[in-house]
């Protein structure tokens, strides 16, 4: 097998101590993003822990906990006595590109397989109740939790909030086979007719971590959404998708308005 040629001094001074992310997965999203910038084919061999331990200026256990997370997620593989190797086939994780349409959100539900859906009644926070328009004051709200799988990997955790009168009458039987949209509009006769979508990257904490098996502190791409009826908020949700596989997918296209050359998104075809 041949070695992976790597100039180790790449990498020097790139540890930030400032930002909230484990040293060893800095080190994991930058050898990461050299394997698949296919600087190392399947098979080479990567520099050793002490190679590492040097070149990012970090200790040996922190050298191999870097080590040990990539071969977790299946990108190298280790022989004893020998060192580390590209892994021969990178089974990461594929997930669907997102471009924010309601559409899509129906069909990632579609593709994904519930992992985990809990419900109960919780109070209402301060955001909850303003994004559901609830005046009284507790208020609560039903809470449906739910991790979904794709490919049988986490990719996703959903936290959706709906008025006691929509949330007591979700079955739990359907959250195990529906998307919560569908469940609305199809199980319930609730329609859905507008969606405010906020979109921004976040950290992973402990227990997002948990529920999608990844690293303390990995970025994640979060989603923030509510639900409008005919009239008033029926729904609000914060999802949670593991940033090593998504994509924000958008199509501009240069159009001319009032003699001004503007780029905007396409209006979807019927």
């Not at 359907?174 to 859905?192: G, Q, S």
């Not at 950290?203 to 948990?210: R, S």
């Amino acid at each position: 097998m041949f070695a992976c040629h790597v100039d180790m001094s790449r990498w020097q001074g790139l540890m930030n101590s400032e930002i909230p992310v484990p040293r060893y997965y800095q080190i994991v999203h930058q050898l990461e993003k050299f394997i698949q910038d296919n600087n190392c084919a399947p098979g080479e061999k990567l520099p050793s822990e002490k190679e590492l331990q040097l070149s990012f200026g970090v200790s040996r256990i922190t050298a191999r906990r870097a080590f040990e997370e990539m071969e977790r997620r299946g990108l190298v593989t280790k022989q004893r006595g020998k060192g580390t190797y590209v892994a021969k086939q990178l089974d990461g994780p594929k997930f669907p590109k997102f471009t924010g349409s309601i559409d899509d959100l129906f069909m990632i539900g579609r593709g994904g397989v519930v992992k985990e859906a809990t419900t109960d009644e919780v109070p209402a926070t301060a955001r909850i109740r303003e994004a559901l328009g609830l005046t009284e004051q507790p208020a609560s709200v039903v809470r449906i939790q739910r991790v979904l799988l794709l490919h049988e990997r986490p990719y996703a955790y959903h936290q959706n909030f709906y008025p006691t009168w929509i949330g007591n009458k979700i079955q739990r039987e359907d959250l195990l086979k529906y998307p919560l949209l569908e469940i609305l509009e199809r199980k319930l006769h609730i329609p859905v007719l507008k969606v405010d979508q906020v979109i921004e990257a976040t950290l992973a904490d402990t227990e997002i971590a948990n529920r999608l098996g990844i690293s303390f502190g990995a970025p994640l791409f979060y989603v923030e959404r509510t639900l409008y009826g005919e009239k008033i908020p029926v729904g609000f949700t914060q999802a949670y998708y593991r940033g090593d596989g998504y994509r924000l997918s958008v199509t501009l296209v240069k159009t001319n308005i009032r003699g001004l050359k503007r780029w905007r998104s396409p209006t979807p075809a019927g």
